[in-house]
């Protein structure tokens, strides 16, 4: 079946501009995930919504980073004023949430964002 | 709070060599662990987890892992490399309070023929 898409797979931006970044998770996957992987590093995490709710937002750097899933599905994480420090591969993955903490979290192929 | 530290940030073998990743784990509850394998340019594959239910884990493409729980490890591992299994590889914690991950910094695997 259809895995994770992210798209765009390349955002090229300008310092002080608005991005947009969409999650399509596994059909029937209730959780999803987005993390940051920086050059050289492991992914961090950002932000999970259980449904169409944030469960966790901890790991938002600041208040220029936001995400919605308004129906449950799709999720836009959204940057505002963006910062050449926030030039990273953004990762959504999904999971199906049966809450156990065994839970497989599968990824997408990322969004390769660079702030010029 | 959960930990993972992945000694080697580069590991070169030979192929048809044993491949030998390093992770070690901080948890103050028992841990769920996950190694997962990133080739270029492509997402994160999971290549085993462990659920506690034994403490080696066989997973895809050969690859197998042992938790010790004295050591606090949960280290990777292959008899044979394939130019195949170049990749970068991460292993992970999962949050016992929250549903996230916690990766390590990774191992980048490089195969010589």
């Known amino acids: 079946g259809a895995g994770v898409s992210q798209t765009p797979s390349n955002k090229v931006t300008e310092k002080g501009k608005y991005v947009e970044l969409r999650c399509d998770p596994i059909?029937?996957?209730?959780?999803l995930y987005w993390y940051r992987q920086s050059l050289g590093q492991g992914p961090e995490f950002l932000i999970y919504f259980q449904g169409t709710g944030a469960a966790d937002d901890s790991g938002l750097p600041n208040d220029r980073f936001f995400a919605v899933r308004p129906e449950g599905s799709v999720s836009t994480l959204k940057i505002q004023r963006t910062e050449r420090g926030d030039s990273a591969v953004y990762l959504c993955a999904s999971s199906l949430n049966r809450g156990q903490r065994s839970d497989t979290q599968y990824f997408g192929p990322g969004t390769r964002l660079t702030v010029l | 709070a959960q930990s993972v530290t992945q000694l080697g940030s580069h590991v070169s073998v030979s192929e048809g060599a044993l491949v030998l990743l390093r992770c070690n784990y901080s948890s103050s509850v028992p841990p769920y662990l996950f190694w997962y394998v990133q080739y270029p340019n492509q997402g994160l594959q999971l290549l085993l987890k462990y659920t506690s239910a034994a403490t080696l884990v066989k997973g895809i493409n050969g690859f197998e892992a042992e938790f010790k729980k004295s050591e606090t490890s949960f280290h990777l591992t292959k008899p044979s490399a394939h130019m195949s299994d170049a990749a970068e590889y991460f292993c992970a914690v999962r949050h016992n309070a929250g549903n996230m991950l916690t990766f390590g910094g990774g191992t980048r695997l490089m195969v010589k023929p």
């Open positions: 059909s029937g996957h209730t959780a």
